[in-house]
């Protein structure tokens, strides 16, 4: 699983993601993790998936003989991402709500000018 170490680390480094961060998406303990990710301790299956999943890829990606680290100036520098916690159910359904409404905000605005326009007729 050494490969899968390496893989981590480099793509930690080379996002700057803390392992605080992933501590908290993984519920692994700060120590554990340190331990995991300096190879003094064996790392389970089980953490493998909380932490790839916790980097949004899966477990394969860090395991891949043709592994590569995106550079990070491919990504936005406007977008920040933080852990907030576990949403509620109606967090959940807000955000969903905003999404659907995002998805097709092209098409609520030119409904919007439609009305318009036919209220000045």
């Known amino acids: 699983m050494a490969k899968y170490i390496d893989n981590v680390n480099a793509y930690l480094s080379q996002m700057k993601i803390k392992q605080t961060y992933i501590s908290m998406k993984t519920g692994i303990d700060t120590k554990k993790l ?14 493998m998936e909380k932490i790839a999943n916790a980097l949004g890829k899966k477990t394969e990606f860090f395991l891949s003989d043709s592994f590569s680290v ?4 491919e990504f936005m520098p ?9 949403p ?22 030119s409904a919007k000018g439609r009305l318009l326009s036919m209220s000045r007729e």
Do not use: C, H, W
Request: aromatic share 4%; no cysteine; glycine share 4%.
């Open 70 to 73: 995106p550079d990070i100036d």
């Open 88 to 109: 509620t159910k109606r967090q959940e359904k807000i955000a969903d709500n905003l999404l659907r409404l995002m998805e097709n905000i092209d098409e609520v605005m």
């Open 34 to 47: 340190s331990r995991i990710l300096t190879g003094i301790q064996d790392v389970s299956s089980t953490d």
């Open 78 to 86: 406007e977008k920040i991402a933080f852990y907030a916690g576990e």
